[in-house]
């Protein structure tokens, strides 16, 4: 018999979410225990709970730069609906205590990984001025309390 080999994690998919997203997407690994973050493997969160964890951007844009990510599987944030308010609100409260004082974004319309992610970013940003990063966080990424107050503007009957 030929042995199986585990298929690849998933960073981005096009079209409907694959049936096996939450075995396959490479933050659902994370957020579920099965890999550690970082380059090779090497980091460790930051901080975990039921709904969320953090650990340190492999590319930092700045001296302090984590990703809090939700361990149910959302594709990004378009992918939000006004049931997520509470724990778009708790990962908005878990980046501010990681990263005081600083910007809290989601990529938008542009993800690496296709699995919502926040940046807490501290205010000082590290990168040349030539640094195609430094146009993202100032043009291509969104207010996580802008989002935040989106959600909560959303009619109840809309929902």
Not at 138 to 159: C, I, W
């Amino acid at each position: 018999p030929v042995a199986m080999t585990a298929r690849p994690p998933i960073l981005r998919y096009w079209g409907s979410t694959p049936a096996d997203i939450q075995d396959r997407c490479l933050f659902c690994q994370l957020a579920n225990g099965k890999l550690k973050p970082g380059e090779k493997q090497g980091g460790e969160l930051r901080y975990q709970d039921e709904l969320c964890v953090a650990f340190d951007d492999i590319k930092p844009v700045a001296t302090e730069h984590l990703l809090i990510i939700p361990r149910q599987h959302i594709k990004n944030v378009r992918h939000l609906r006004p049931s997520h308010a509470e724990l778009v609100a708790h990962m908005l409260q878990v980046a501010k205590e990681l990263v005081p004082e600083g910007r809290y974004v989601f990529h938008t319309p542009f993800n690496t990984v296709f699995h919502l992610h926040l940046h807490a970013v501290s205010e000082q940003l590290e990168m040349g001025g030539m640094d195609v990063r430094r146009v993202a966080f100032k043009h291509l990424h969104v207010s996580a309390d802008d989002v935040l107050k989106q959600l909560r503007a959303v009619p109840r009957a809309k929902q």
